[in-house]
């Protein structure tokens, strides 16, 4: 049996790609295309791949960190058809023809919060190692809030229902 974290962290690098498109407004594209473990050797960004067509570059000193606030969000994520790590990027204010990772998530509900701000948000797909810690970590630290037994308001049962049971106007 193995013995999981409280709180698991994940050392990461993700990998952004400028893609050449043909389209009369927009010459490019940016997106994330994967997350890679990061062993802390690469303090900066370094170019991949550098083709007319396509440029990627590694960007180094991310942390997936679980949260136990954010049980739901991380429920949410693993048990979707194709769970993922959410990477929020932008693009630079000083050369807007370059993009740049801003911060990574595991947590559903914490992309949603940052798309709801407006922030540009794509999930990659989550390593198998990571999924699977993430995974124990859910099995073992949420439980899914218990269904109440809703009431239905009186306005809903029918006027001869109201009467029967002894309720008036």
């Given at each position: 049996?193995?013995?999981?974290?409280?709180?698991?962290?994940?050392?990461?690098?993700?990998?952004?790609?400028?893609?050449?498109?043909?389209?009369?407004?927009?010459?490019?594209?940016?997106?994330?295309a994967g997350i890679v473990p990061?062993?802390?050797?690469?303090?900066?960004?370094?170019?991949?791949?550098?083709?007319?067509?396509?440029?990627?570059?590694?960007?180094?000193?991310?942390?997936?960190?679980?949260?136990?606030?954010?049980?739901?969000?991380?429920?949410?994520?693993?048990?979707?058809?194709?769970?993922?790590?959410?990477?929020?990027?932008?693009?630079?204010?000083?050369?807007?023809?370059?993009?740049?990772?801003?911060?990574?998530?595991?947590?559903?509900?914490?992309?949603?919060?940052?798309?709801?701000?407006?922030?540009?948000?794509?999930?990659?797909?989550?390593?198998?190692?990571?999924?699977?810690?993430?995974?124990?970590?859910?099995?073992?630290?949420?439980?899914?809030?218990?269904?109440?037994?809703?009431?239905?308001?009186?306005?809903?049962?029918?006027?001869?229902?109201?009467?029967?049971?002894?309720?008036?106007?």
């Open positions: 049996m193995t013995n999981v974290q409280p709180h698991p962290s994940f050392a990461i690098s993700v990998v952004m790609e400028k893609i050449t498109i043909n389209n009369r407004w927009q010459s490019h594209r940016w997106q994330p990061d062993d802390g050797s690469r303090q900066e960004a370094q170019v991949m791949s550098a083709r007319p067509e396509l440029t990627q570059i590694l960007f180094p000193g991310f942390a997936l960190q679980v949260h136990a606030d954010e049980a739901e969000g991380y429920y949410l994520n693993i048990t979707a058809p194709a769970p993922c790590v959410f990477v929020m990027w932008r693009l630079r204010e000083d050369a807007p023809d370059e993009a740049y990772p801003h911060s990574v998530t595991l947590s559903y509900n914490e992309a949603a919060r940052w798309m709801d701000a407006q922030e540009k948000v794509d999930g990659v797909d989550m390593p198998s190692e990571i999924r699977a810690a993430l995974t124990d970590w859910v099995r073992d630290n949420y439980r899914p809030p218990e269904k109440k037994q809703r009431r239905r308001p009186a306005s809903f049962t029918s006027k001869e229902g109201r009467y029967k049971s002894g309720m008036s106007q």
